[in-house]
C-alpha cells in the first residue's frame, strides 16, 4: 500500500530548529520527486520544498537558506530541517509525492502541525 | 498574493453546475505547463481532483472536469452534492519561480 507518514511537528519558539520527517512505503523516494508543501492558519496551499529523484533540491523563496530538504534511501525517508523558524512558519505540513514531468501531486500524507511562537 | 489566481468563493444550488476559475502568466500555465485540480475538507489531506489539465485519476467521479486555454484555466463540476462542499485549488509550475505553483483556494458552498 502506498502510504506517506508525517512527523517531527511541535511547538517551538521562533529562531529555533526541527525536523520532519515522511516515512514512505509502496514506493522507493527514488523512483520519484517528493515535495513539502504547507497551509498556515486560515491561509491556502504552499509548495516548500522538492527533491528530484536524481537527488537534487529546490526549495520557495520564502524558505530558502533555512529550510532544507533531504532523503535517506536505506530508509526510505524524506527529510525537511527547518532552522531559524519564523512565527509566519507555524503551519500544518505535507509530504507529498510529485509526478517527475507532469509536476502533480498524487499522493499525500496527513501532516504534521508546526507551531512557532514565543 | 498567490501567483495563481482564484475566486476567493463560489456557490450554487444541489444539481446546478458550478466553475472554478485560474488565471495564471506566461511563465505558469501560459508557457505550457499543466494544470492540476485539488479539493481539500480542512482538517484532511488534499485529494488530487484532477491533472494534466483534464484528466481524473481513478475513483473521481465524472462530475468533475478540468479544461486549460491559454493562461487560464477551469474546473467544472456539475450535478452538484453536499459532500462537493470543500475547498479547491488549482496547482502549476512556474519557470520564473523554478516551482511549484498554487492559487489561493476556492470555497465552493453548496446552498
Known amino acids: 500500500e502506498v502510504q506517506l507518514v508525517e512527523n517531527g511537528g511541535g511547538l517551538i519558539q521562533p529562531g529555533g530548529s526541527l525536523r520532519l520527517s515522511c516515512a514512505v512505503s509502496g514506493f522507493s523516494v527514488t523512483s520519484t520527486y517528493m515535495s513539502w508543501v504547507r497551509q498556515a492558519p486560515g491561509k491556502g496551499l504552499e509548495w516548500v520544498s522538492v527533491?528530484?529523484?536524481?537527488?537534487?533540491?529546490y526549495h520557495a523563496d520564502s524558505v530558502k537558506g533555512r529550510l532544507t530538504i533531504s532523503r535517506d534511501t536505506s530508509k526510505n525517508t524524506v527529510y525537511l530541517q527547518m532552522n531559524s523558524l519564523r512565527v509566519e512558519d507555524t503551519a500544518v505540513y505535507y509530504c507529498?509525492?510529485?509526478?517527475?514531468?507532469?509536476?502533480?501531486?498524487?499522493?499525500w500524507g496527513n501532516g504534521t502541525t508546526v507551531t512557532v511562537a514565543s | 498574493q498567490s501567483v495563481l489566481t482564484q475566486p476567493p468563493s463560489v456557490s450554487g444550488a444541489p444539481g446546478q453546475r458550478v466553475t472554478i476559475s485560474c488565471t495564471g502568466s506566461?511563465?505558469?500555465?501560459?508557457?505550457?505547463?499543466?494544470v492540476h485540480w485539488y479539493q481539500h475538507f480542512p482538517g484532511t489531506t488534499p485529494k488530487l481532483l484532477i491533472y494534466?489539465?483534464?484528466n481524473r485519476p481513478s475513483g473521481v467521479p465524472d462530475r468533475f472536469s478540468g479544461s486549460k486555454s491559454g493562461t487560464s484555466a477551469s474546473l467544472a463540476i456539475t450535478g452538484l452534492q453536499a459532500e462537493d462542499e470543500a475547498d479547491y485549488y488549482c496547482q502549476s509550475y512556474d519557470r520564473s519561480l523554478s516551482g511549484w505553483v498554487f492559487g489561493g483556494g476556492t470555497k465552493l458552498t453548496v446552498l
Open positions: 507529498a509525492r510529485t509526478h517527475d514531468y507532469k509536476y502533480y501531486m498524487d499522493v
Open positions: 506566461s511563465s505558469n500555465i501560459g508557457a505550457g505547463f499543466d
Open positions: 494534466g489539465n483534464t
Open positions: 527533491i528530484y529523484s536524481g537527488g537534487s533540491t
